[in-house]
């Protein structure tokens, strides 16, 4: 079975950093488009950012421009999402997803578009 497993969500006080990871598991993840989302308690799914398969073109919601870096590292088959300047407003489960269809780049930033989904990793961030 094809596995998303995600990492390094944990505690951390307002205007620090986390760096989560999304690992593969049965599969290369260097033909997948792969996008961060995160769901907070009450809220619907959102998407957080999104990079192509090619790692050429990234996407970021404003929410957190200038703030958050994605990026993969296919020698590891991960992908990589850097949080600097948290704030509270940024607590919430983090999930990374994976597609591989042709129209994926195009579409990274939508939930609908994955087939492959990690269980998520909890973000806390303290006033």
């Known amino acids: 079975q094809f596995q998303l497993v995600e990492s390094g969500g944990g505690l951390v006080q307002s205007g620090g950093s986390l760096r989560l990871s999304c690992a593969a598991f049965g599969f290369t993840l260097d033909r997948y488009a792969i996008g961060w989302f995160r769901q907070a308690p009450g809220k619907e799914r959102e998407g957080v950012s999104c990079?192509?398969?090619?790692?050429?073109?990234?996407n970021y919601a404003d929410s957190v421009k200038g703030r958050f870096t994605i990026s993969r590292d296919n020698a590891k088959n991960k992908v990589y999402l850097q949080m600097n300047s948290l704030e509270p407003e940024d607590t919430a489960v983090y999930y990374c997803a994976a597609e591989s269809a042709y129209y994926a780049d195009y579409f990274c930033h939508l939930t609908g578009m994955y087939d492959y989904w990690g269980q998520g990793t909890q973000v806390t961030v303290s006033s």
């Open positions: 990079i192509t398969s090619s790692g050429g073109s990234t």
